[in-house]
């Protein structure tokens, strides 16, 4: 195959993969558009084998094979909840993949038709390529453990945010010096391993010192930052190899993250600086713990129930605590008792509920609610004035009317404006402070009746009532 | 002017272009498909495979080719599991056909 023909094959995938994201427009495109994908990523995989035809191709079978056969057991066997987890590790496979791709090409330049040494402005781009592959290894992983919660045995881990003294310096030195060793591979006349594998090793621990700072409500916005950084990568490595399909695609996926970033951002009226740096969550339990007894009005499931049952409207605001209790289900039977009572029922989601962008909503597809019940943020918050009872199940700074207050640290953060409503039923497991360590107003309404209790128990005993 | 284009800048403007086509792809993505369009980016940016491929294929097998190797397990991880598990959640938002009890107000 000439080179001609191999870059209008790839031409011809790179188009698929931007219908792949086009058809995420709709539910009812996307599921050709994800065979879009699945196109483009045959051809641009059978065009580089037959380049490659001569070569160990039988290795790269048995590679693909071992490789496709845990992908597609991960894929089958994991949970909804646990998606946030599993998005990050694959991030982390492509930042992995990048790295190791560019020590095959310091290595060997010629396997990927290039000057044998690199020049010098493939260098350069290969130091991007690299550095940026590196970090999102090592801060994917990180964001891993987590979203895992492996934090209980590893404090690396802990969804609190991690942070020391001098920590930003560090990082600002770390990066400095990263680059220095990246200019001398650029300048460097031959292989020039030793910086090469400095800056590469600075990048892997740098991966590693930006993600622990940042704390668990602010993972959507991580986990966008990293979907971004391993689109960049691909497209760092595309560069120095002059691939254009690897271009176009580390673009797209690239931009794709970096506008998740920003809407995430925005749905939390943070900067995106603010957010990388961390520390947000440090007063938690401190902020708590003082100030006045204020006394809550706390109710039974039996109680929610009958209120709900003698309502016209009911709004259902999910939370990151129905994902911990995997109540999707439960409060899928709940809302269909409720609408054979007569009670309309609809959902309302905002967008940095959960754990990562769109996490609420794929949990209430796999309880196969109908997704006309289910509303985003702008589109139901005039609702609210007129609906008799808000069921809040394990949120709390989305519907923090604090966020209206002049000098409160969310102000101006957009809330679901859940107050407006008749009645509120709040479940959570206990008075505890959401994610910011502040204290939420709502609980303390005359109009607002607690139900503590793990979300799934809670909404089980409901559901047993409604009987 | 004469001479023929540096292969980069060629590079660059394919990069420029595909940033604007990405932009507005993405800004016409539903939220509540978010989820699907993350894991969905993780299978495309896994088209980094193809360096991977090329990696790997020297018939003189030295640490380079094996890292190589290890690069195309890595990328088939996600190339397989990013796909399969977009397509297992876009399952689920396939609208139900309406029955009357579900059918709400």
Known sequence: MSANQLTLWYLIASVCFILALKGLSSPTTARRGNLFGVIGMSIAVLTTLAVVARGRVDLILIAMLVGGSVGAIVARRVQMTQMPELVAAMHSMVGMAAVLIAIAVVNNPAAFGEHDPLPAGNRLELFIGTFVGAITFSGSVIAFGKLAGLGKKFRLFSSAPVVFKGQHLLNLA??????????????????????????????FVLGVLIIIPIGGADMPVVISMLNSYSGWAAAGIGFSLNNSMLIVAGSLVGSSGAILSYIMCKAMNRSFFSVILGGFGAAEGSAVAGGEQKTVRSGSADDAAFLMANAESVIIVPGYGLAVARAQHAVKEMANKLIEKGVSVRYAIHPVAGRMPGHMNVLLAEAEVPYDQVFEMDDINNEFGNTDVVLVLGAND???PLAHEKGSPIYGMPILEVAKARTVLVNKRSMAAGYAGLDNPLFYMDKTMMV???????????????? | MSGTVDPTIINLVVFVLAVFVGYHVIWNVTPALHTPLMSVTNAISSVIIVGAILAAAPTETDFGSILGVIAVALASINVAGGFLVTQRMLEMFKRKQPKDKESGK
Do not use: S, Y
């Open chain 1, 174 to 203: 770390l990066a400095l010096v990263m680059i220095g060793f990246g200019v001398a591979f650029f300048l460097a006349p031959d292989k020039a391993w030793t910086p090469f594998l400095v800056m590469t090793a600075i990048a």
């Open chain 1, 398 to 400: 989305v519907v923090n």
């Open chain 1, 452 to 467: 503590f209790g793990d979300a799934k128990k809670v909404v089980e005993d409901i559901v047993k009532a409604l009987d």
